[in-house]
């Protein structure tokens, strides 16, 4: 357990359909991140908010649309998919200090394992 | 963006070592994390190097050589269950990039 969770674990959804991933950390953190990790590739970055704001949008598609209400929250709504987003979709939190350049530990949920038909 | 190489596979003996090379290229550097993952589970934490040299944590050592660019993680006494992907991360800016991960297999 490492106090982010996410739901749901796997995920079957037509290229027509509208899902969502939900992130929920319990760590007290102010940074939160998506990641995709598909098979033999790195984990890229999609995402990041600090402090409830975005400031990070790696040239992600349209078709995948980031939520994160409150600190402790973070959602990545999905619509009309391409067969090529199957991976695993990983949250992440961390706590950013300030203005610091400080390293911190991430830590991961356990992803949900998405598959597009 | 960040150029991070590792080898894909690494197999070995249980009870041997295995040192899992990481090489990078970024813009910006402020240290740089191994993570384990099995599979179908989460990435964990298992260390951190920001200056040169040597941290040891159990069985688990890692290495840093800024001016190199260049890290290995060390794992003794191999044991089946550290059979696993092993991920190099440097982190830039408070984001981390990844390496696209070493599996290791150990074998009785």
């Known amino acids: 357990e490492t106090g982010v969770t996410q739901t749901p674990r796997h995920l079957v959804m037509g290229m027509t359909n509208k899902k969502s991933l939900k992130c929920e950390q319990h760590l007290g953190h102010n940074a939160m991140y998506w990641y995709k990790q598909s098979a033999k590739k790195p984990l890229e970055l999609m995402f990041v908010y600090n402090f409830k704001e975005q400031t990070e949008n790696n040239s992600v598609p349209s078709r995948f649309s980031p939520e994160c209400p409150n600190s402790s929250h973070l959602f990545l709504h999905l619509h009309t998919l391409q067969p090529e987003d199957s991976a695993l979709y990983l949250c992440?939190?961390?706590?950013?200090?300030?203005?610091?350049?400080?390293?911190?530990?991430?830590?991961f949920g356990q992803g949900t394992r998405l598959t597009v038909v | 963006g960040q150029n991070i190489d590792q080898p894909t596979e690494m197999t070995a003996t249980e009870g041997a070592i295995v040192q899992i090379n990481c090489t990078y290229q970024t813009s910006g550097f402020n240290g740089l994390f191994w993570y384990q993952q099995h599979a179908g589970e989460a990435p964990t934490f298992l260390s951190y190097n920001v200056l040169d040299g040597l941290e040891e944590k159990g069985r688990f050592s890692s290495f840093l050589s800024r001016s190199k660019g260049y890290s290995y993680l060390l794992l003794k006494e191999l044991q089946m269950k550290d059979s696993a992907s092993y991920l190099c991360?440097?982190?830039?800016?408070?984001?981390?990039?990844f390496g696209a991960g070493t599996t290791v297999t150990v074998r009785a």
């Open positions: 992440a939190s961390s706590q950013v200090q300030g203005t610091r350049r400080e390293n911190t530990e991430a830590f």
């Open positions: 991360a440097v982190s830039v800016n408070y984001k981390l990039s």
